[in-house]
């Protein structure tokens, strides 16, 4: 692979210079005595070579620094002392001016090893695409949607660390996941390049429609089949009737491609006299109609499957039979389904209920088990969609070709005797960079190979981009340079940044760039930057950093109870709850807003369900069809930042129950980015014998009371105490749930107190604490969050030099995220390998 | 392999139309006998060593589960009621486990004794037992081995089979997709191109190769382990693309009843095992492993609470008794199915004498989180069965749990010093 080091020379040499620099800061003499002083007056009693509380010794510590061990020491003392959690509350306590002292010393120290210690890492290892980014890349290379063919659905879920899904260390590669490629690559190139050619057909469906078998009956003797009825949105428990898929269509479409579909449908008895609490949804808001594809080869057509995004979605008039239109694309073999995303949770529940509580309004014969689906529905009010007929028509013709033809082999199409060329084009495309000739021998090694098999000339070309797709080339981010230089070339830079911020592939402006070499440029990078942040597709980055720094990801690993929690299902909150995250950070990252607004604002963003479950007054005049607005929060104490979003308590608490412990833990983690050590071998296990306490509150004081326990908990369990007003869903309460028999509902204490005697009332004080005296700690975690995100490492103590560096500048610019984000990619660590 | 296939297929269709009724051991037990799918003759499975392990997410109620009585005269507790009949057939320990931390975290190391996130620094990272021996012995079968289980559950639920890399084997979820992968084989043109595809995958895999050794003269120092990854991961596939070649010209055993639908994991829980039991029977797999995890709701058993909000007890006796019942059931249809195995012929001895089967969790106290004292009991597999044995739990006697499994491995015929972090073999 040719490269052009010699163009980054001058500018490496520029690094050592400053680096020099920065190596004349010397101490001042009387530093290292006074850190000697401070430790052994005030830490060593625990922390010396013989009992190492906590696994730390500080014995052999002093300055000036000497390795990166002793580095992570001396950030650990200021941290520690700065926010008073050491020495602990019933040892001897410094005076104020002897802490100052002391960390400016510590400080001086850091600062002037800067440059000093060698770091023992601090390089990205080559990477593989993780499995989002694998899939976005093959949608951008073959210029269409690609999750209609579920390619990663049967990949091992990606390892993660501290929730993020670009380390290179942990993105593993197997034999097993290696084999996922190839019948990935096998599956989209066949099915979108190895297509037959089809005029387009049509269908049409008028009755026979035949849906789930409990439905059959009713359905036969109330209409013959003549309609397909839709009683309940998908996401239920109890199914009936969720999907609605056409019986005489089940073998699918002949070939992938867009397809028209029209149904005649009609949103019947909204007005319904039924209690709407039967139902538990919203019958302010019109009935939607959404198609998915459904395919019966890979389990029961009126089932949920692995596949199915939502294609197409319309509203349904109530008036009268309507016809609805949805273009859609459908892969072969694929049949389309439709769903009612706001429709009555639990069908089967709700007819049961219909049954016993108006069976008097029903003429004629009822039988011993009550009214029938089929009686209700010939002359009851049970709301539902109906269609009554549908036609299919496609694959429509598209101009000039498919566009994944014109992606891969350009605006000509397929040409069998320019066909080299254009696998070496598609090549440069999916190898991120120019091809060397050996690239180029591979290919039309390959492409011989298969031709020579018989294999007709687009045949060979089409296994040959299966080849590609397969190659360490395409799947890595390889990031190689010469050994001794550090700063990526201009290729595996534009995609490094490319990947940061938009999970695809360099654009055409970006790779220009990279293939000029100005982008090696601080001020093209720079300018590289700007543009996409200042793309529509940012909003790609808001949605998968967040899936990794808040963890956002396993919003709804932990299912909560359903009994208890009907509207988080019948609702889709878990939608909602991401989606304000996600906007309130592109607020953020568009408007240059600042970063404390995080920790706490007086503003979110809501849609008509968030603000019902936040109970703002918005609930009453925004409609569902309106999507997220931004409201004003201001002087609500019990929202603003995201610790008062429903997504982040959610995500923080288990489903069933909260802790301040876990909630705790997770602020410290995510918020702080400090990771507490687990729980040391020699604390007896909490038994779980709490028969007495009544409050998770009550039931830490009895554990707490332990002082080995007690040491992390009092730095951990603040952080969550002032969350305990928020129930596992992230609804506010001033109660915990009643307990069984006569004793009433134990109250929720929401006040906490830190090591270091900051104590708040309620969580809107916590979050003043929090943006007091830790705000540039947040700031650095979300730097470093960012830089480990975007570079795939974690990030290392020598970095920390650089880090501050970027603090400062997004400190001077009123802490704005779209700087942090800038500075942070404009960054010497984000330029290294 | 000895016999033709023209053999075999006989023998698989004669076995698939004495099946014709599910869940009937004792028939199944029987046609097995008259016309055994597992050949008499040596190479067709008969007599072959076979493993089998059942892991639960949240473990059993130590105190109604083990024995006060070291030996043979354990007193049978609530939870080995179930388990009477198959007293001579099992040993149960206690004071077994991976000294590992972590709750729910941690019940992932129960087959391997390493957590994941500390097998980048081991050469065989948290590889699981049964992995570990199927990439010794899983050539002589379809499937290397079979595992059984659920996506979800609380942290990811158990997690039970990891492979060397540190990938989670991704499970089988349920009876229908079993079925399909035992017993529903491709039509003649699926046939056909599949042989096609096989070669041209072959093909691009030299090439893919070819470009790999290229590039590792090139990167970085940091990056060379990477490289490697990829390069096993290569030499991986290279294995079982030649056992796919292999089995897509040979015929799958017939179908012994109507392919199934999934209900949940409650109800479908004796399909799992049955299914299991034939994998074994028709030597589609040596090695097996079975989780019952997120997704064995309490509700289908007609209790109305979450699983893991259950097993944080805080010793109230209701939600012990209700815990008592969830465990009962799982434990029971375990006993069903070593009475399947006991009562199927493999040559000359049973099934269950071929296959040493581990049942446990790698939770111990599930209301506490501890992930030491696991449950563990080790059943068929000729060993000497029938007590309950103590091992020293903690200090310098400590048995880990590892020197059990690879006591299993040795039985399996896998040559090897240690598996995971043993300290010996457990005998």
């Given at each position: 692979?040719?490269?052009?080091?010699?163009?980054?020379?001058?500018?490496?040499?520029?690094?050592?210079v400053?680096?020099?620099?920065?190596?004349?800061?010397?101490?001042?003499?009387?530093?290292?005595?006074?850190?000697?002083?401070?430790?052994?007056?005030?830490?060593?009693?625990?922390?010396?070579?013989?009992?190492?509380?906590?696994?730390?010794?500080?014995?052999?510590?002093?300055?000036p620094?000497?390795?990166?061990?002793?580095?992570?020491?001396?950030?650990?003392?200021?941290?520690?002392?700065?926010?008073?959690?050491?020495?602990?509350?019933?040892?001897?306590?410094?005076?104020?001016?002897?802490?100052?002292?002391?960390?400016?010393?510590?400080?001086?120290?850091?600062?002037?090893?800067?440059?000093?210690?060698?770091?023992?890492?601090?390089?990205?290892?080559?990477?593989?695409?993780?499995?989002?980014?694998?899939?976005?890349?093959?949608?951008?290379?073959?210029?269409?949607?690609?999750?209609?063919?579920?390619?990663?659905?049967?990949?091992?879920k990606?390892?993660?660390s501290?929730?993020?899904?670009?380390?290179?260390?942990?993105?593993?590669?197997?034999?097993?996941l290696?084999?996922?490629y190839?019948?990935?690559?096998?599956?989209?190139?066949?099915?979108?390049?190895?297509?037959?050619?089809?005029?387009?057909?049509?269908?049409?469906?008028?009755?026979?429609?035949?849906?789930?078998?409990e439905?059959?009956?009713?359905?036969?003797?109330?209409?013959?089949?003549?309609?397909?009825?839709?009683?309940?949105?998908?996401n239920?428990?109890?199914?009936?009737?969720?999907?609605?898929?056409?019986?005489?269509?089940?073998?699918?479409?002949?070939?992938?491609?867009?397809?028209?579909?029209?149904?005649?449908?009609?949103?019947?008895?909204?007005?319904?006299?039924?209690?709407?609490?039967?139902?538990?949804?919203?019958?302010?808001?019109?009935?939607?109609?959404?198609?998915?594809?459904?395919?019966?080869?890979?389990?029961?057509?009126?089932?949920?499957?692995?596949?199915?995004?939502?294609?197409?979605?319309?509203?349904?008039?109530?008036?009268?039979?309507?016809?609805?239109?949805?273009?859609?694309?459908?892969?072969v073999?694929?049949?389309?389904?439709?769903?009612f995303?706001?429709?009555?949770?639990?069908?089967?529940?709700?007819?049961?209920?219909?049954?016993?509580?108006?069976?008097?309004?029903?003429?004629?014969?009822?039988?011993?088990?009550?009214?029938?689906?089929?009686?209700?529905?010939?002359?009851?009010?049970?709301?539902?969609?109906?269609?009554?007929?549908?036609?299919?028509?496609?694959?429509?013709?598209?101009?000039?070709?498919?566009?994944?033809?014109?992606?891969?082999?350009?605006?000509?199409?397929?040409?069998?005797?320019?066909?080299?060329?254009?696998?070496?084009?598609?090549?440069?495309?999916?190898?991120?960079?120019?091809?060397?000739?050996?690239?180029?021998?591979?290919?039309?090694?390959?492409?011989?190979?298969?031709?020579?098999?018989?294999?007709?000339?687009?045949?060979?070309?089409?296994?040959?981009?299966?080849?590609?797709?397969?190659?360490?080339?395409?799947?890595?981010?390889?990031?190689?340079?010469?050994?001794?230089?550090?700063?990526?070339?201009?290729?595996?830079?534009?995609?490094?940044?490319?990947?940061?911020?938009?999970?695809?592939?360099?654009?055409a402006?970006?790779?220009?760039?990279?293939?000029?070499?100005?982008?090696?440029?601080?001020?093209?990078?720079?300018?590289?930057?700007?543009?996409?942040?200042?793309?529509?597709?940012?909003?790609?980055?808001?949605?998968?950093?967040?899936?990794?720094?808040?963890?956002?990801?396993?919003?709804?690993?932990?299912?909560?109870?359903?009994?208890t929690?009907?509207?988080?299902?019948?609702?889709?909150?878990?939608?909602?709850?991401?989606?304000?995250?996600?906007?309130f950070f592109?607020?953020?990252?568009?408007?240059?807003?600042?970063?404390?607004?995080?920790?706490?604002?007086?503003?979110?963003?809501?849609?008509?369900?968030?603000?019902?479950?936040?109970q703002?007054?918005?609930?009453?005049?925004?409609?569902?069809?309106?999507?997220?607005?931004?409201?004003?929060?201001?002087?609500?104490?019990?929202?603003?930042?995201?610790?008062?979003?429903?997504?982040?308590?959610?995500?923080?608490?288990?489903?069933?129950?909260?802790?301040?412990?876990?909630?705790?833990?997770?602020?410290?983690?995510?918020?702080l980015?400090?990771t507490?050590?687990?729980?040391?071998?020699?604390v007896?296990?909490?038994?779980?014998?709490?028969?007495?306490?009544?409050?998770?509150?009550?039931?830490?004081?009895?554990h707490?009371?332990?002082?080995?326990?007690?040491?992390?908990?009092?730095?951990?369990?603040?952080?969550?105490?002032?969350l305990?007003?928020?129930?596992?869903?992230?609804?506010?309460?001033?109660?915990?749930?009643?307990?069984?028999?006569?004793?009433?509902?134990?109250?929720?204490?929401?006040?906490?107190?830190?090591?270091?005697?900051?104590?708040?009332?309620?969580?809107?004080?916590?979050?003043?604490?929090?943006?007091?005296?830790?705000?540039?700690?947040?700031?650095?975690?979300?730097i470093?969050?960012v830089?480990?995100?975007s570079?795939?490492?974690?990030?290392?103590?020598?970095?920390?030099?650089?880090?501050?560096?970027?603090?400062?500048?997004?400190?001077?610019?009123?802490?704005?995220?779209?700087?942090?984000?800038?500075?942070?990619?404009?960054?010497?660590?984000?330029?290294?390998? | 392999?000895?016999?033709?296939?023209?053999?075999?297929?006989?023998?698989?269709?004669?076995?698939?139309?004495?099946?014709?009724?599910?869940?009937?051991?004792?028939?199944?037990?029987?046609?097995?006998?008259?016309?055994?799918?597992?050949?008499?003759?040596?190479?067709?499975g008969?007599?072959?060593?076979?493993?089998?392990?059942?892991?639960?997410?949240?473990?059993?109620?130590?105190?109604?589960?083990?024995?006060?009585?070291?030996?043979?005269?354990?007193?049978?507790?609530?939870?080995?009621?179930?388990?009477?009949?198959n007293?001579?057939?099992?040993?149960?320990?206690?004071?077994?486990?991976?000294?590992?931390?972590?709750g729910?975290?941690?019940?992932?190391?129960?087959?391997?004794?390493?957590?994941n996130?500390?097998?980048?620094?081991?050469?065989?990272g948290?590889?699981?037992?049964?992995?570990?021996?199927a990439?010794?012995?899983?050539?002589?079968?379809r499937?290397?081995s079979?595992?059984?289980?659920?996506?979800?559950?609380?942290?990811?639920?158990?997690?039970?089979?990891?492979?060397?890399?540190?990938?989670?084997?991704?499970?089988?979820?349920?009876?229908?997709?079993?079925?399909?992968?035992?017993?529903?084989?491709?039509?003649?043109?699926?046939?056909?191109?599949?042989?096609?595809?096989?070669?041209?995958?072959?093909?691009?895999?030299?090439?893919?190769?070819?470009?790999?050794?290229?590039?590792?003269?090139?990167?970085?120092?940091?990056?060379k382990?990477?490289?490697?990854?990829?390069?096993?991961?290569?030499?991986?596939?290279?294995?079982?693309?030649?056992?796919?070649?292999?089995?897509?010209?040979?015929?799958?055993?017939g179908?012994?009843?109507?392919?199934?639908?999934?209900?949940?994991?409650?109800?479908?829980?004796?399909?799992?095992?049955?299914?299991?039991?034939?994998?074994?029977?028709?030597?589609?797999?040596?090695?097996?492993?079975?989780?019952?995890?997120?997704?064995?709701?309490?509700?289908?058993?007609?209790?109305?609470?979450?699983?893991?909000?259950?097993?944080?007890?805080?010793?109230?006796?209701?939600?012990?008794?209700?815990?008592?019942?969830?465990?009962?059931?799982?434990?029971?249809?375990?006993?069903?199915?070593?009475?399947?195995?006991?009562?199927?012929?493999?040559?000359?001895?049973?099934?269950?004498?071929?296959?040493?089967?581990?049942f446990?969790?790698?939770?111990g106290?599930?209301?506490?989180?501890?992930?030491?004292?696991?449950?563990?009991?080790?059943a068929?597999?000729?060993?000497?069965?029938?007590?309950f044995?103590?091992a020293?739990?903690?200090?310098?006697?400590?048995?880990?749990?590892?020197?059990?499994?690879?006591?299993?491995?040795?039985?399996?015929?896998?040559?090897?010093?240690?598996?995971?972090?043993?300290?010996?073999?457990?005998?």
């Amino acid at each position: 692979m040719a490269r052009p080091y010699q163009r980054c020379f001058s500018r490496s040499c520029f690094f050592l210079v400053t680096l020099m620099c920065s190596l004349t800061g010397n101490l001042v003499s009387e530093e290292p005595e006074i850190v000697f002083q401070f430790l052994g007056k005030y830490c060593l009693e625990c922390h010396d070579t013989d009992i190492e509380k906590a696994d730390r010794e500080f014995e052999t510590f002093g300055l000036p620094l000497k390795s990166e061990m002793d580095l992570v020491s001396a950030k650990e003392i200021i941290d520690q002392i700065t926010l008073k959690e050491m020495p602990p509350k019933k040892a001897d306590q410094p005076g104020e001016e002897e802490r100052l002292e002391v960390v400016r010393a510590l400080r001086a120290g850091v600062a002037a090893a800067r440059g000093k210690i060698e770091s023992t890492g601090a390089r990205t290892v080559m990477r593989r695409l993780s499995n989002r980014e694998y899939e976005q890349t093959l949608a951008t290379l073959f210029d269409r949607r690609v999750d209609t063919l579920g390619l990663t659905a049967d990949f091992p879920k990606e390892k993660t660390s501290h929730h993020l899904d670009t380390i290179g260390k942990s993105l593993v590669t197997s034999g097993f996941l290696l084999d996922q490629y190839f019948q990935s690559a096998q599956r989209l190139v066949e099915s979108r390049l190895g297509k037959p050619e089809m005029e387009p057909k049509s269908w049409h469906f008028t009755k026979h429609f035949i849906q789930y078998e409990e439905l059959s009956g009713s359905h036969k003797s109330a209409f013959n089949y003549e309609f397909l009825c839709l009683y309940e949105q998908p996401n239920t428990d109890t199914r009936q009737g969720g999907y609605g898929h056409i019986e005489d269509f089940l073998e699918g479409v002949p070939v992938s491609g867009i397809y028209e579909i029209k149904a005649k449908a009609q949103a019947m008895h909204r007005d319904t006299h039924y209690d709407a609490s039967l139902f538990k949804i919203d019958f302010s808001e019109p009935f939607q109609l959404a198609v998915i594809p459904g395919d019966v080869t890979k389990g029961h057509i009126h089932y949920p499957q692995a596949i199915e995004p939502i294609l197409g979605q319309s509203l349904v008039p109530d008036k009268e039979p309507t016809w609805l239109t949805f273009k859609v694309w459908l892969e072969v073999g694929q049949t389309p389904r439709f769903i009612f995303p706001n429709g009555p949770y639990e069908s089967r529940a709700s007819v049961m209920n219909v049954n016993k509580k108006y069976k008097d309004e029903f003429e004629g014969e009822i039988s011993s088990s009550g009214v029938s689906r089929a009686h209700i529905l010939k002359q009851g009010k049970l709301p539902h969609i109906r269609i009554g007929e549908i036609k299919i028509e496609g694959p429509l013709p598209e101009r000039a070709g498919t566009r994944e033809e014109i992606a891969v082999f350009g605006s000509k199409g397929f040409q069998p005797d320019d066909a080299l060329n254009q696998l070496y084009a598609f090549g440069e495309k999916a190898f991120r960079r120019p091809l060397t000739d050996d690239d180029k021998a591979l290919i039309a090694k390959t492409f011989g190979a298969r031709k020579k098999d018989k294999a007709t000339p687009r045949q060979a070309a089409l296994d040959t981009l299966k080849m590609i797709l397969c190659s360490p080339s395409f799947l890595y981010l390889a990031e190689v340079t010469e050994e001794n230089d550090t700063k990526l070339g201009p290729f595996d830079l534009a995609s490094r940044l490319s990947y940061a911020l938009s999970s695809s592939p360099p654009d055409a402006e970006l790779y220009a760039a990279a293939k000029s070499g100005a982008l090696n440029k601080p001020e093209e990078l720079k300018k590289q930057i700007e543009r996409h942040l200042s793309d529509q597709n940012i909003n790609r980055f808001a949605v998968d950093f967040l899936e990794g720094w808040l963890n956002l990801r396993d919003l709804g690993n932990q299912p909560p109870p359903r009994e208890t929690n009907r509207l988080y299902y019948s609702e889709n909150h878990p939608y909602s709850m991401k989606k304000e995250a996600q906007l309130f950070f592109r607020n953020l990252l568009q408007s240059n807003g600042p970063i404390s607004d995080f920790i706490e604002s007086d503003y979110t963003f809501v849609d008509k369900r968030l603000a019902a479950l936040y109970q703002l007054p918005e609930e009453k005049e925004l409609r569902l069809k309106d999507g997220f607005k931004r409201v004003s929060i201001k002087g609500n104490r019990q929202r603003g930042g995201l610790l008062g979003m429903a997504g982040v308590l959610t995500v923080s608490a288990n489903g069933v129950e909260t802790s301040p412990v876990t909630r705790g833990v997770w602020v410290s983690e995510n918020i702080l980015g400090v990771t507490p050590p687990p729980p040391p071998d020699e604390v007896p296990a909490i038994d779980g014998d709490v028969r007495g306490a009544t409050t998770i509150r009550e039931k830490l004081a009895k554990h707490a009371a332990d002082k080995s326990c007690a040491e992390c908990h009092r730095k951990i369990d603040p952080l969550g105490f002032g969350l305990e007003t928020f129930d596992p869903v992230g609804r506010w309460r001033s109660s915990y749930p009643k307990p069984k028999g006569d004793a009433p509902a134990p109250k929720v204490d929401p006040s906490g107190e830190f090591p270091s005697g900051e104590a708040y009332a309620d969580f809107h004080d916590l979050k003043q604490v929090l943006l007091t005296s830790r705000k540039d700690i947040f700031a650095k975690n979300l730097i470093r969050k960012v830089l480990s995100y975007s570079t795939g490492r974690n990030m290392e103590p020598v970095d920390e030099y650089i880090i501050g560096d970027i603090l400062a500048a997004v400190k001077k610019d009123h802490y704005g995220l779209r700087t942090l984000v800038k500075e942070s990619l404009a960054s010497d660590i984000f330029r290294s390998r | 392999m000895a016999i033709t296939i023209n053999r075999r297929r006989f023998v698989l269709r004669t076995l698939g139309a004495s099946l014709a009724l599910p869940g009937m051991p004792s028939l199944l037990a029987k046609a097995a006998e008259g016309n055994a799918a597992i050949q008499t003759t040596k190479g067709a499975g008969a007599g072959a060593k076979r493993f089998v392990a059942v892991g639960n997410l949240l473990g059993f109620q130590q105190l109604s589960f083990f024995p006060e009585t070291t030996g043979r005269n354990y007193e049978t507790t609530t939870l080995l009621k179930p388990l009477e009949a198959n007293r001579k057939d099992m040993t149960i320990y206690r004071g077994l486990d991976h000294g590992v931390k972590g709750g729910h975290f941690a019940v992932h190391s129960f087959l391997s004794g390493v957590l994941n996130s500390e097998a980048q620094n081991r050469p065989d990272g948290n590889v699981s037992i049964d992995q570990y021996m199927a990439d010794e012995v899983g050539v002589e079968t379809r499937f290397p081995s079979l595992t059984v289980g659920s996506e979800g559950g609380i942290h990811g639920g158990c997690q039970i089979a990891w492979t060397k890399s540190g990938v989670r084997v991704p499970p089988v979820t349920g009876p229908a997709e079993l079925f399909s992968k035992l017993f529903v084989g491709d039509s003649e043109a699926r046939r056909v191109r599949r042989v096609e595809e096989n070669k041209i995958q072959a093909s691009i895999l030299d090439t893919v190769l070819e470009d790999a050794n290229r590039l590792s003269k090139q990167v970085n120092s940091e990056d060379k382990d990477k490289l490697d990854e990829y390069f096993s991961s290569i030499r991986d596939l290279e294995k079982r693309l030649q056992l796919r070649e292999r089995w897509t010209n040979h015929p799958k055993p017939g179908a012994p009843f109507d392919k199934p639908s999934n209900t949940n994991t409650v109800e479908d829980l004796p399909l799992l095992y049955e299914l299991i039991a034939l994998a074994l029977q028709t030597d589609s797999t040596r090695i097996a492993t079975l989780e019952i995890g997120g997704c064995f709701l309490p509700q289908n058993l007609g209790i109305k609470k979450a699983y893991h909000g259950l097993s944080h007890h805080g010793n109230d006796p209701e939600t012990i008794a209700h815990l008592i019942t969830l465990e009962t059931y799982q434990i029971g249809e375990f006993g069903k199915f070593l009475t399947r195995l006991s009562k199927t012929q493999d040559g000359e001895q049973s099934l269950l004498d071929s296959t040493s089967v581990i049942f446990g969790s790698g939770m111990g106290n599930g209301s506490s989180h501890k992930n030491s004292d696991l449950p563990i009991i080790l059943a068929g597999g000729d060993y000497r069965h029938g007590e309950f044995r103590k091992a020293e739990g903690s200090g310098s006697g400590k048995v880990p749990l590892c020197n059990l499994f690879l006591d299993i491995a040795h039985k399996m015929g896998v040559e090897t010093e240690s598996f995971g972090t043993s300290t010996g073999t457990f005998s």
